[in-house]
Structures are given as C-alpha cells and as structure tokens.
C-alpha cells in the first residue's frame, strides 16, 4: 500500500518537482510555529503565568492553532508520500506521528473544558496544571523526533 | 563574507562543532524549540497589536516577552555555532542571507516599537482597536519571521554554489 503511495503521481510531483518538497518543508514549520507556539502559551497560562491575561480570553487563539494544525496535516501528508515506505518503517517517525495524534486530543479535550468553564465564568480558576505539562512534553518529544527522523 | 568564513574553518569552535557527531542533530531540535517560544509569543502580540483576539488585554500580551527572549537567545546561540560548524556553506547561501536581512529588519521594527509606541501602550483600551502605527509594526513583525521561517528552511535547497 505504502509502495503504490509512493507511485502516485503527487508522491512523484513532491519528490522529483524542484520546488514541492523545500515549500512543503517551510509550510510545514510555519504551521509548527502557529500550533506548538500557540499551545505553549497557553499551556504557561495553565500553569500560572501571564498575570493580567484571562485564560479564556486565549479560547480564540487555540481556535487559530488548530489552522496551523490544519496547514500541518495537509503538508505533511504531501511530505509523506514521497517517502511513505521509510517513513513508516521509522520508529523516530511513528513516535512523533503518535505524539501528534495524543496532542491533537488533548488539546480538543483542554479546549472543551476551558469553554466550558468560560461559560460558567471559572476558566481563571480552572486547575489545569498536569494538563498543561502533558502538552508540553507532548509537543516538545514530537519536534525533537521530528528533527530526528532526518538522522535516523 | 566569504574571507570571514574562511577565517573560522579549522578554528577551535568549527573543530568542535564538527567533530562531535550528535551535535548537530542535538542543535537543530534546540533551534526548532526556540523558534516555537520565539514565534508563539510574538503571534500573541502581534496579532493582538494588528487588531486581533480583542478579548486579550494588549498592554499584557507583554508578559509573554520572556518566552520571545529565550527562544531568540536559544536560536542565536545554535544559530552562531550552525555557521561556525560550516562558514563556506551559509556564506554564499542566498536563503541565509536573505533570513538574516529579515531578522535585522524585525529587530529594527521591534527597535520602532520600543522607541515610538511602548510608552503609550499602557494607555491604549486593553480590549479595544489598536492605533494604526501599532497596527503597521505588528504586520511587519508576523510578515518578517514568517519569511524568516520561510528563508531558513530553504537554506538547505538554494543557492549551495
């Protein structure tokens, strides 16, 4: 399956096009820096900083990550197919895939809970903090794996 | 350029840069977390200074300065060792150096910021519009570390020589 992925004729348009793969790459670190840049600051705000900002003043933010989520799937599913096969059989990859999937959950699952306590008027006294570390660890083994999966 | 880069290969920080294997792949996960704090606190900012997410308090978006410094700082220091580990290669890279002319320009807008709008911030509404002057500086800031995100990850492609 992964083979014949790897035949299409986007696969061969990413891989062999001059351009494709380096503008894949760069939408793909634009898209990192909206959702793990985003996030983290929303995960410092769970965690007690940023006195002055309303918690759920930052909902509409974590609206504009999942864009960067958005741009991140699309670029890195054409950033796939051209190297489907290896990518599949890297562990490095699959983790970063693995840390992605539980982080775009958790983030769905923090964004219910603070909309909630927003309506109810306690997203500032929302306890969130074990939350919040989760994400972040989350996002920072997905980058270095990320990075990774080019050396290994 | 070029006779600056020559100067550094065979120094003692290219030899160290270069001879220990895990340190590149180790500098680049470092310069991808400095970029995401760098960039995420400024997209708070700025998109809050261009007019956007009126609910965020803008004069408090800058709380979140700490976080831009830091990743700035862990991305000037990779960032200084990436050239010194291959001078010749980001020398003539055209990528390179269109991305430091954008950091200089975002370090001057920022420069602008701080000359001309940081002490009437304070005094701005904290969930209202923001003046135009802020507005301009907020663009100019997302629109040039987007480039430099754009320009760094092309250095790989272009312009090797």
Redesign the interface.
């Known amino acids: 399956m992964f083979e014949w992925l790897e035949n299409t004729s986007v696969a061969l348009w990413v891989g062999e096009s001059l351009w494709a793969?380096?503008i894949m790459?760069?939408m793909?670190?634009?898209g990192?820096?909206?959702v793990?840049?985003?996030?983290?600051?929303v995960d410092?705000k769970l965690l007690g900083?940023?006195?002055?900002?309303?918690v759920?003043?930052?909902?509409?933010?974590v609206k504009?990550a999942w864009i960067g989520f958005l741009i991140n799937a699309v670029s890195g599913v054409f950033l796939f197919t051209s190297q489907a096969t290896y990518f599949v059989s890297s562990t490095v990859f699959l983790t970063k895939l693995g840390c992605i999937f539980i982080g775009a959950i958790l983030t769905k699952v923090m964004q219910g809970k603070l909309v909630a306590a927003e309506a109810a008027g306690t997203a500032d006294d929302v306890a969130m903090k074990g939350l919040a570390i989760f994400s972040l660890l989350l996002?920072?083994v997905a980058?270095?794996a990320?990075?990774?999966t080019?050396?290994i | 350029m070029e006779a600056f880069a020559q100067s550094i290969e065979g120094g003692i920080v290219y030899t160290w840069v270069t001879s220990i294997y895990w340190l590149w792949?180790l500098m680049?996960?470092l310069h991808?977390?400095g970029?995401?704090?760098?960039?995420?606190?400024?997209?708070?900012i700025d998109?809050r200074m261009a007019g956007f997410?009126r609910?965020?308090?803008v004069?408090?978006?800058h709380?979140?300065l700490p976080?831009v410094f830091i990743g700035f700082g862990i991305n000037l220091t990779t960032g200084v060792l990436f050239f010194f580990g291959d001078p010749m290669r980001y020398a003539v890279n055209w990528g390179f150096q269109v991305k430091m002319v954008l950091v200089v320009i975002a370090g001057l807008n920022a420069l602008w910021f701080w000359v001309r709008l940081n002490k009437d911030m304070h005094s701005w509404e904290p969930n209202a519009d923001t003046p135009g002057e802020a507005k301009v500086v907020a663009w100019i800031s997302l629109v040039a570390w987007?480039g430099v995100?754009?320009f760094?990850?092309?250095i790989?492609?272009?312009g090797t020589g």
């Open positions: 793969y380096p790459l760069s793909h670190v634009i990192l820096a909206i793990v840049g985003i996030l983290s600051m410092f900083g940023f006195k002055g900002i309303r759920g003043s930052f909902l509409p933010l504009f996002w920072l980058i270095t990320g990075r990774l080019a050396y | 792949p680049e996960t991808f977390i970029l995401s704090l760098l960039l995420g606190g400024l997209i708070v998109t997410f609910g965020v308090n004069a408090a978006t709380k979140l976080w987007t995100l754009l760094g990850r092309l790989p492609y272009v």
